[in-house]
């Protein structure tokens, strides 16, 4: 079965700086999506970024980017000149290509931004 | 992206009651999904809704307990039926993005349920 695993429950960062969350996955097919969602107190689940898994390249969306490894299975998401509204629970996810558009999420990690 | 809506915002039960929880999106969406996120909790997928068909449940979920309509493309309700306090939790249904974004999943704002 697909597992996602995020190692760090928690993680603090100071403001204007960058912090990176670790996460990894477990699956034995070649293509497949990853994704970071971010949740803030509102609990509503915010779209980070996406890296389609033949895409050597890494995906970046202004200050976030992700280190894909696809032979270490490992995705993390760097977060650079980190701001009080980053703040939130992040999941990585990964979309299953066999079943429909179902997603496997990993247990999360609370950022916390110090100011 | 799509704008989803879901109604109620929160609520709170007594239980052995049921709650209908409806999803609504701005634009016509093939697959709607519902998801339950228990307290200090990450997602976990409850089914699977398509227009025209029986919903699809995963393991440890059943239609008794959660029945789902999906009337048209732009609508979804989840119900949480006979509801006991381990059913507190956030619901959320999503949907597939449009165009290049069908692989991705958009979220609605969530229905934070609290059974007492």
């Known amino acids: 079965a697909q597992t996602v695993t995020q190692s760090q429950p928690e993680m603090s960062v100071q403001e204007a700086e960058t912090v990176t969350l670790s996460c990894t996955y477990d699956?034995?097919?070649?293509?497949?999506?990853l994704f970071w969602y971010k949740q803030p107190p509102s609990r509503q689940m915010i779209l980070v970024i996406r890296?389609?898994?033949?895409?050597?390249q890494n995906a970046t969306e202004n200050r976030f980017s992700v280190n894909f490894q696809k032979a270490a299975k490992s995705f993390s998401l760097k977060i650079s000149d980190s701001q009080l509204g980053d703040a939130a629970m992040y999941f990585c996810a990964y979309r299953l290509m066999e079943y429909g558009n179902k997603l496997v999420f990993g247990a999360g990690t609370i950022l916390r931004v110090k100011s | 992206s799509a704008v989803i809506s879901q109604k109620p915002s929160r609520d709170i039960c007594q239980r052995g009651t049921s709650l209908t929880i409806q999803c609504q999106v701005d634009s016509q969406v093939t697959m709607m999904f519902w998801y339950r996120q228990q307290p200090g909790q990450s997602l976990t997928l409850i089914a699977t809704?398509?227009?025209?068909?029986?919903?699809?449940?995963e393991s440890g979920f059943v239609i008794d307990k959660f029945p789902i309509s999906r009337p048209n493309l732009t609508f979804s309700t989840l119900t949480v039926s006979n509801m006991s306090p381990e059913d507190s939790s956030i619901y959320l249904c999503s949907v597939e993005g449009t165009g290049d974004l069908t692989d991705t999943q958009y979220f609605g704002p969530g229905t934070r349920l609290t059974v007492l």
């Open positions: 699956t034995s097919e070649s293509d497949y999506y």
């Open positions: 890296q389609e898994a033949y895409k050597q």
């Open positions: 809704a398509n227009q025209g068909s029986e919903a699809t449940y």
